[in-house]
């Protein structure tokens, strides 16, 4: 299953308070700054053959990824996010944050759980914890590229398009064959955004 924040849409929503915006800000700056330089994962082989992947072998490495992006250590914990996961296709957002919830309290270092929270955050249209967990996702594991999807898409809500580009550019230096970041990408051209003239 994909955790997406979803495809990107471009709703006319304003930006609900200044503090928010500065927050954002200043978030963006810290995760697009630190993203190249944080540590290799131990799936850091599977990420060079995404970059090099033909076309045909992309869901074959995408599938390898998530699992070993799923994988908890603890079989209880797995069972965890599998729920929040299943309530979240069901969209019963509540029960999932409860599931994930209870996943980050007892694996704050599980970089999926704060992943798999922040979208159903996102999908409650909470988003001021949407972006403090995706913060933790993307500082435990910095090569998730639907977690950085998800913050483009966070920066579409907020207006922000500049940031919006350069998340969707990230996704594609670490997945060049992203679809929903390429398609996301387009749609900004088409407003002005990242344009050349």
């Not at 944080?38 to 060079?48: G, K, N, R, V």
């Not at 704060?114 to 972006?131: D, I, K, M, Q, V």
Request: hydrophobic share 45%; with cysteine; charged share 25%.
């Amino acid at each position: 299953m994909e955790m997406l924040l979803c495809p990107v849409t471009f709703p006319s929503m304003g930006i609900k308070t200044q503090n928010l915006k500065l927050t954002v800000a200043a978030f963006m700056m810290t995760v697009m700054n630190s993203l190249p330089l944080a540590a290799q994962s131990d799936t850091s082989e599977l990420m060079m053959q995404l970059k090099t992947a033909e076309k045909s072998e992309v869901a074959r490495i995408e599938r390898e990824l998530k699992l070993e992006w799923s994988k908890s250590g603890s079989t209880a914990l797995d069972l965890l996010l599998l729920r929040g996961r299943e309530a979240m296709a069901k969209e019963n957002t509540s029960v999932a944050i409860e599931h994930f919830t209870a996943l980050t309290d007892h694996a704050p270092d599980f970089a999926e759980g704060w992943h798999a929270r922040a979208t159903a955050y996102f999908s409650a249209e909470l988003l001021g914890p949407a972006l403090d967990d995706l913060q933790r996702a993307l500082f435990l594991n910095p090569d998730n590229y639907d977690a950085v999807f998800g913050l483009g898409s966070m920066m579409v809500t907020f207006g922000d398009l500049p940031r919006a580009e350069q998340a969707f550019r990230e996704v594609l230096r670490l997945h060049p064959h992203h679809e929903n970041a390429t398609n996301a990408l387009k749609r900004l051209e088409g407003q002005g955004i990242g344009r050349e003239l």
